[in-house]
C-alpha cells in the first residue's frame, strides 16, 4: 500500500458541495501518528512500520510496553498497528504522519470492528424469513430444522443464531471529501464501520 493511518471515528454529520448537494460524510479524527518501530527486509524479512496513535499516561502500559517507547525515547502511545507501504524503506523511528497524507478525491479503504449486537436470532442475523404470524402456527422466529435424519447431527457452517456483531469489517472505496489538517480531520462519504469513539484505519484503496 502506498499510505495509511490511524484514526478515531467522531461520528456523521453531512456538508454541501458547490453545487448545493448534500452529502453524507463520516468525520474521522486521523492521527497525528508516530512511527513507533521500523522493520527491514535484511532483519525481519520485510518492509513495514509500526505507528503509534493517542498519546496515554505511561501507569497504564506495561513494563515491556513502556520499555518499547522508551527505546527509541518516544511518548507512549495507546494503538498500535503496522502497515507494509511502499516507501516504508525512507521513514525512520519518530517521523510523523499526519491527515495531509491524504487528499480530496483519495479512494481509501476503512477498517474497523462492527458495533456489538450481543445473541441475535437467525432472522436479524442471516436475515431469514418468518413463519406464519397466526397463533396455531407456533412457529413464529425459529431457525427451522437443523439437519436430516439420517446423519443425526448438524452439519458444520449451518447458520442459525449466536454472537452478532464485534467483527474486524473493511468497507473498500470509499472517497475522501476534504481533509483540514489544521484540525487532524479526515472526512469521509458515507459510513464506516464502528460505533463512536472507535478505532479506525484508512489506507488506500486497493481496487481504486
Known sequence: MQKAIIGKKIGMTQIFDETGKVIPVTVIEAGPCTVVQKKTAEKDGYDAVQLGFQDVVERKLTKPELGHFKKNSLSAKKHLKEFKLEDSATM???????????????????????KGKGFAGAIKRHGFGRGPTSHGSKYHRRSGAMGAKGPARVFPGRLGPGRMGGDTVTIQGLQVVRVEADKDLILIKGAIPGAKKGLVMIQNSVKA
Request: without cysteine.
Open 92 to 114: 525512520n523511528v519518530g517521523d510523523v504522519v499526519l491527515a495531509d497524507t491524504f487528499a480530496e478525491g483519495d479512494k481509501v479503504d476503512v477498517i474497523g470492528v462492527s
